[in-house]
């Protein structure tokens, strides 16, 4: 077990999970998704965690979920958009093939809408991502290999982008 071909980081809403589905069919492997992982161990989604037991609850949940993810995936994963907010995880992530999706604040509006259950995004969308990409921009940068930007790219043309960064090829 080497861990996964590809983590994907980035901001919510990004594309991690459309491109990581991409990526896991070209490369014949497995996609995993530790958002999904949390949702499924806990029987209710990341929304109603953050509302239930607050952010630090939910932060501790996504630490031990990656590192497992980490541990016991080989496929494409991606991981949630605040999971790079933890040392450990960040820590973790440096020996891996970490890719960094970007977009800017009006791509961001677009993708996320504005009616999504986006708990870090209720009100004010726009000042509010501008906020928390200003907190997050480096710590992505720092975690990744390879940064791709993902502005007026279709999923396919990111995916592609995505396997050129890190020199993979396809199955
Ligand atoms: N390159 C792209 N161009 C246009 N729309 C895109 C692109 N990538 C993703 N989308 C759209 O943006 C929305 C968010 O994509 P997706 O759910 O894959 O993001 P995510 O990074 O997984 O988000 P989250 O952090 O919430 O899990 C979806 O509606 C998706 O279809
Ligand atoms: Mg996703």
Redesign the pocket.
């Known amino acids: 077990m080497t861990g996964p071909q590809i983590v994907l980081v980035?901001?919510?809403?990004?594309?991690?999970?459309?491109?990581?589905e991409l990526l896991a069919e070209r490369l014949g492997v497995t996609f995993r998704?530790t958002?999904a992982d949390i949702v499924a161990a806990q029987g209710r989604e990341i929304s109603d965690i953050f509302v239930d037991e607050g952010e630090p609850y939910f932060r501790g949940l996504e630490k031990a979920a990656v590192a497992h993810a980490l541990a016991a995936h080989d496929g494409v994963l991606?991981l949630?958009?605040g999971a790079i907010l933890d040392g450990t995880t960040r820590a973790l992530l440096g020996a891996h093939p970490v890719v960094y999706?970007s977009m800017d604040v009006e791509e961001a509006v677009k993708?996320?809408g504005l009616n999504q259950a986006?708990p870090l995004l209720a009100v004010n969308p726009r000042k509010q991502w501008r906020e928390l990409m200003d907190a997050r921009r480096q710590l992505y940068a720092e975690v990744a290999r390879a940064v791709v930007a993902?502005d007026g790219?279709?999923?396919d043309?990111?995916a592609q982008a995505v396997l050129d960064a890190l020199e993979l090829k396809e199955a």
């Open positions: 980035g901001p919510m809403g990004v594309g991690k999970t459309t491109v990581g998704d958002d991606a949630g958009g999706l993708r996320t986006r993902t790219r279709t999923p043309e990111v």
